[in-house]
């Protein structure tokens, strides 16, 4: 897959930590640090320009650490990337704590999973097939459990 990354000083193309890591660590590419206050989101630039091959997406996920450790997650989780985007990749930042939260140059602020998907053809029906679930949904799996 084509890569291409902005101010590339002390950046290497994205990678994956283990053998078996689904995403891929994205880094800010900022050139000063960016304050977020509680309660309020930025769009932080990666520096990262993508040529997905067609049939496939990249998928911006949160890091769970940021979120456990500091109440920092991803806005439009998970953000979609289009094979034929070809803007720089930037993260919805939000701050969900009660302290401000600074964003250094070169931090682990996202992941990416790239992943095949497949396009549907509409056709219109005036029945669906029935299943035991219905149109059960928003918890109805799990009505029988007491709180």
Known sequence: ???RILNK???E???YAT???AGMDLKANVDEPVVIAPLER????TGLF???PEGYEAQIRPRSGLAAKFGITVLNTPGTIDADYRGEI???????S?????VQRGERIAQMVVAEHKRVEWEDAQELSQTARGEGGFGSTGLGEKR
């Open 13 to 15: 193309n994205p990678f």
């Open 90 to 96: 930037k993260v919805i930042l939000v701050n969900l």
């Open 50 to 52: 993508i040529e997905l």
């Open 19 to 21: 053998p078996l890591s």
């Open 9 to 11: 000083s002390g950046f």
């Open 98 to 102: 009660k302290e401000p939260f600074t």
């Open 42 to 45: 930025a769009m932080i630039p």
């Open 1 to 3: 897959m084509k890569v």
